[in-house]
């Protein structure tokens, strides 16, 4: 079958795929699983083992009795926010985190909360925030969890009492760098990067003592300012191989710091002692800005292999060199073993954000393969020998100087949403993303000292007043979950979906592959066929992937429903359903097994009271500055055109924006930062602020025009 992995060695009449090789030695040979294999029940890492495979060996929800799964029990959480964990369970407690970074424990059979850590981030470090305050999970060792927080911060608690053991600023005073992504442990040494690139961030990975919470070592991925050394274990090869792929101002705030935060992927290989970490996008996007327009730009968009214990580099492998598209390599990483023109080798397996499914040797580096799994117009394909994409003159747009329309577009064909791997069926299931975006160089950007910064014309990025053209960009935003076959370079099945984004993915033994998605439902498909299998109306759109687990012979699939992440917040109207609804989101933890028959309280429906319009009128120029203003700024989180997709309050209905006294005190001042809305006083002028009120005002009339 072009794969390599144990077939099951037999079929259950009833029941589904027996427990296979591994399965059956424990029981041959009298051996019980530790508490962090897979088989012991327990989820104990971020993507259930080290290699990220996220397949769970549990058998008893299989394709036969998937039917009779049921709601257990659901736990509201205290926000409405976008939800993005990956639930740990470790003997039957289930430990999420949630948005703002909090941490919670709840009983597995129950859902009582048996308690909570709350690290107070502060409102303001969601301006550092290019895509929500979500977090994506903790990390387990030795009766330890640990996290990162919005603001930085690194954090150790002790996982039965929830106490604090230690905390860590994993960035400095000032800095653009948040955390949403999940740390890992490795040989005692917790792993975190962070993310902002659109900030102005410069990227790095560090690994602290796990007991202690020490700095062991610190690897940053782009070159700092010429002639100056970190101190870090990145400093040698990113003289020798790094910094000569540089040109221009990027280590100051003009070009944008470089960019390629670490801000998710990671996997390590125990055999080979090599930790593999995905990189992210430059900063700021435009190359040109970035880097007068020449240059690799090592190490963005890239898969680096260190050694844990000391951060030493061992290989590179650049998907995107110079890149300009937001083409970030730190989507899921995922190892096995698979037979690769007649032998087995070692491979690491990623699908991007650019749309080609890579695998290279994970020993050395060398690309094996990479095939469009998407629609891919920025690069004719990858050349073989060197392992570069054949990137299409026209899709350098900072050279052109013209418009250009890519595929896949900034949020990418697949995104952070974790794709998991099945050594039995051989394939990897995906949750795709059909996007385009519209890349054009804004001649007139500034760096600002807050907020996001996206050197893309502003008018592009407004959505189109025309309710006919706001459809067809709705019609053309779509998903599917794809089951991909990386021997042969192809998909072995295919499940459209109407809208995004789409959840995280799960596999399992039993033969099922479970997914969220944005109409609310949780599904189970058969994970040979694509086959619908079940489903269950969870009232919110799901994003989280899910987890099952065991405790007293039971097994479990737990799940974190909520709405929210960067397209939720910036795409409005275009993430609306087809009658034109926006989706909805309640945040809640949510626990299934066979014969569960809990039921959700009825769904409210809240029905506001519509806003008389504004008597207020502005003129063209004072709304036209209002809308480049908006969209250097305000887009990432009340969305374009001031369209909100419902996480954070859509302006043209807020009370705020009909009041100019309200308006410049929650904007200019910033009375509402403990709520995330920063002042931007030192951005903006008063007379700056009112024509962004103008803007929203104007987007009211012609919502209203057009109902």
């Given at each position: 079958?072009?794969?390599?992995?144990?077939?099951?060695?037999?079929?259950?009449?009833?029941?589904?795929?027996?427990?296979?090789?591994?399965?059956?030695?424990?029981?041959?040979?009298?051996?019980?699983?530790?508490?962090?294999?897979?088989?012991?029940?327990?989820?104990?890492?971020?993507?259930?083992?080290?290699?990220?495979?996220?397949?769970?060996?549990?058998?008893?929800?299989?394709?036969?009795?998937v039917?009779?799964?049921?709601?257990?029990?659901s736990?509201?959480?205290?926000?409405?926010?976008?939800?993005?964990?990956?639930?740990?369970?470790?003997?039957?407690?289930?430990?999420?985190?949630?948005?703002?970074?909090?941490?919670?424990a709840?009983?597995g059979?129950?859902?009582?909360?048996?308690?909570?850590y709350?690290?107070?981030?502060?409102?303001?470090?969601?301006?550092?925030?290019?895509?929500?305050?979500?977090?994506?999970?903790a990390?387990?060792?030795?009766?330890?969890?640990?996290?990162g927080?919005?603001?930085?911060?690194?954090?150790?608690?002790d996982?039965?009492?929830?106490?604090?053991?230690?905390?860590?600023?994993?960035?400095?005073?000032?800095?653009?760098?948040?955390?949403?992504?999940?740390?890992?442990?490795?040989?005692?040494?917790?792993?975190?990067?962070?993310?902002?690139?659109?900030?102005?961030?410069?990227?790095?990975v560090?690994?602290?003592?796990?007991?202690?919470?020490?700095?062991?070592?610190?690897?940053?991925?782009?070159?700092?300012?010429?002639?100056?050394?970190?101190?870090?274990?990145?400093?040698?090869?990113?003289?020798?191989?790094?910094?000569?792929?540089?040109?221009?101002?990027?280590?100051?705030?003009?070009?944008?710091?470089?960019?390629?935060?670490?801000?998710?992927?990671?996997?390590?290989?125990?055999?080979?002692?090599?930790?593999?970490?995905?990189?992210?996008?430059?900063?700021?996007?435009?190359?040109?800005?970035?880097?007068?327009?020449?240059?690799?730009?090592?190490?963005?968009?890239?898969?680096?292999?260190?050694?844990?214990?000391?951060?030493?580099?061992?290989w590179?492998y650049?998907?995107?060199?110079?890149?300009?598209?937001?083409?970030?390599?730190?989507?899921?990483?995922i190892?096995?073993?698979?037979?690769?023109k007649?032998?087995?080798?070692?491979?690491?397996?990623?699908?991007?954000?650019?749309?080609f499914?890579?695998?290279?040797?994970?020993?050395?580096?060398k690309?094996?393969?990479?095939?469009?799994?998407?629609?891919?117009?920025?690069?004719?394909?990858?050349?073989?020998?060197?392992?570069?994409?054949?990137?299409?003159?026209?899709?350098?747009?900072s050279?052109?100087?013209?418009?250009?329309?890519?595929?896949?577009?900034?949020?990418?064909?697949?995104?952070?949403?974790?794709?998991?791997?099945?050594?039995?069926?051989?394939?990897?299931y995906?949750?795709?993303?059909?996007?385009?975006?519209?890349?054009?160089?804004?001649?007139g950007?500034?760096?600002?000292?807050?907020?996001?910064?996206?050197?893309?014309?502003?008018?592009?990025?407004a959505?189109?007043?025309?309710?006919?053209?706001?459809?067809?960009?709705?019609?053309?935003?779509?998903?599917?979950?794809?089951?991909?076959?990386?021997?042969?370079g192809?998909?072995?099945?295919?499940?459209?979906?109407?809208?995004?984004?789409?959840?995280?993915?799960?596999?399992?033994?039993?033969?099922?592959?479970?997914?969220?998605?944005?109409?609310?439902?949780?599904?189970?498909?058969?994970?040979?066929?694509?086959?619908?299998?079940?489903?269950?109306?969870?009232?919110?759109?799901?994003?989280?992937?899910?987890?099952?687990?065991?405790?007293?012979?039971?097994?479990?699939?737990?799940?974190?429903?909520?709405?929210?992440?960067?397209?939720?917040?910036?795409?409005?109207?275009?993430?609306?359903?087809?009658?034109?609804?926006?989706?909805?989101?309640?945040?809640?933890?949510?626990?299934?097994?066979?014969?569960?028959?809990?039921?959700?309280?009825?769904?409210?429906?809240?029905?506001?009271?519509?806003?008389?319009?504004?008597?207020?009128?502005?003129?063209?120029?004072t709304?036209?500055?209002?809308?480049?203003?908006?969209?250097?700024?305000?887009?990432?989180?009340?969305?374009?055109?001031?369209?909100?997709?419902g996480?954070?309050?859509?302006?043209?209905?807020?009370?705020?924006?009909?009041?100019?006294?309200?308006?410049?005190?929650?904007?200019?001042?910033?009375?509402?930062?403990?709520?995330?809305?920063?002042?931007?006083?030192?951005?903006?002028?008063?007379?700056?602020?009112?024509?962004?009120?103008?803007?929203?005002l104007?987007?009211?009339?012609?919502?209203?025009?057009?109902?």
């Amino acid at each position: 079958m072009g794969h390599f992995g144990e077939r099951p060695l037999l079929r259950m009449a009833r029941g589904g795929w027996a427990t296979g090789v591994s399965a059956l030695l424990l029981v041959t040979c009298g051996q019980r699983p530790t508490a962090d294999d897979p088989a012991s029940g327990n989820w104990t890492r971020y993507g259930l083992d080290d290699a990220e495979t996220r397949n769970s060996p549990l058998t008893s929800i299989n394709r036969n009795t998937v039917g009779g799964l049921g709601l257990v029990w659901s736990h509201d959480l205290d926000t409405d926010r976008g939800q993005e964990a990956t639930p740990l369970v470790i003997n039957g407690v289930i430990y999420n985190t949630t948005a703002w970074s909090k941490l919670i424990a709840l009983d597995g059979g129950s859902g009582r909360v048996l308690w909570r850590y709350d690290p107070k981030v502060p409102g303001s470090a969601a301006a550092n925030s290019c895509c929500d305050v979500v977090n994506r999970g903790a990390a387990y060792w030795k009766g330890r969890l640990y996290w990162g927080t919005l603001d930085g911060r690194l954090i150790a608690v002790d996982a039965k009492t929830g106490k604090r053991i230690w905390q860590v600023a994993t960035v400095a005073p000032g800095a653009k760098n948040t955390i949403t992504g999940a740390p890992r442990v490795v040989k005692g040494k917790v792993i975190i990067g962070n993310g902002g690139a659109e900030m102005g961030a410069r990227g790095y990975v560090s690994a602290y003592d796990a007991m202690t919470g020490g700095l062991v070592w610190r690897f940053y991925t782009v070159p700092g300012k010429p002639g100056v050394r970190d101190g870090a274990a990145s400093d040698a090869v990113l003289a020798r191989l790094a910094a000569p792929t540089w040109k221009g101002d990027y280590w100051n705030s003009k070009g944008g710091f470089g960019g390629g935060t670490v801000w998710d992927a990671m996997a390590y290989d125990a055999k080979r002692d090599l930790l593999y970490i995905g990189t992210g996008n430059g900063s700021y996007w435009s190359r040109k800005i970035r880097s007068n327009g020449t240059g690799d730009n090592l190490f963005l968009s890239s898969i680096i292999a260190l050694r844990p214990d000391t951060g030493r580099y061992v290989w590179h492998y650049q998907q995107v060199p110079g890149d300009e598209w937001d083409y970030t390599a730190t989507q899921s990483i995922i190892l096995a073993d698979l037979k690769v023109k007649g032998r087995v080798r070692p491979v690491l397996m990623q699908a991007p954000k650019n749309g080609f499914f890579y695998m290279l040797d994970r020993e050395s580096g060398k690309l094996l393969s990479a095939t469009p799994y998407a629609d891919v117009n920025w690069a004719d394909g990858i050349d073989p020998a060197s392992g570069r994409p054949r990137i299409r003159a026209e899709a350098r747009y900072s050279e052109t100087g013209k418009p250009f329309l890519g595929k896949p577009g900034p949020s990418g064909a697949h995104n952070w949403h974790p794709m998991a791997w099945s050594a039995r069926t051989g394939l990897a299931y995906i949750p795709v993303q059909h996007t385009a975006g519209l890349y054009t160089s804004d001649p007139g950007f500034r760096a600002n000292a807050l907020g996001v910064n996206v050197p893309l014309r502003p008018a592009t990025l407004a959505l189109p007043d025309d309710p006919a053209a706001r459809r067809v960009i709705r019609a053309g935003v779509t998903g599917e979950l794809l089951a991909w076959d990386p021997a042969r370079g192809r998909a072995a099945w295919r499940v459209q979906k109407s809208c995004l984004p789409n959840g995280g993915v799960l596999s399992t033994d039993g033969g099922l592959v479970f997914e969220g998605d944005c109409e609310g439902y949780l599904n189970a498909y058969d994970a040979a066929t694509g086959r619908r299998l079940w489903r269950f109306d969870a009232q919110s759109a799901i994003m989280a992937p899910p987890v099952t687990w065991q405790a007293d012979g039971r097994q479990y699939v737990t799940v974190v429903a909520g709405w929210g992440g960067s397209l939720a917040l910036m795409l409005g109207d275009a993430v609306k359903d087809a009658a034109g609804r926006a989706r909805l989101n309640r945040s809640r933890v949510l626990t299934f097994a066979l014969g569960g028959r809990a039921v959700l309280p009825r769904r409210a429906e809240v029905i506001a009271s519509p806003l008389p319009l504004p008597t207020e009128a502005a003129d063209a120029a004072t709304i036209s500055l209002g809308k480049t203003l908006y969209h250097r700024t305000c887009f990432a989180c009340h969305g374009l055109s001031a369209s909100s997709g419902g996480p954070v309050p859509d302006l043209r209905l807020s009370p705020v924006s009909r009041d100019a006294s309200a308006w410049q005190a929650v904007v200019s001042q910033g009375v509402l930062v403990q709520r995330g809305m920063i002042g931007f006083s030192t951005v903006y002028s008063r007379a700056e602020v009112e024509a962004i009120r103008a803007y929203v005002l104007h987007q009211a009339w012609v919502d209203a025009a057009h109902q």
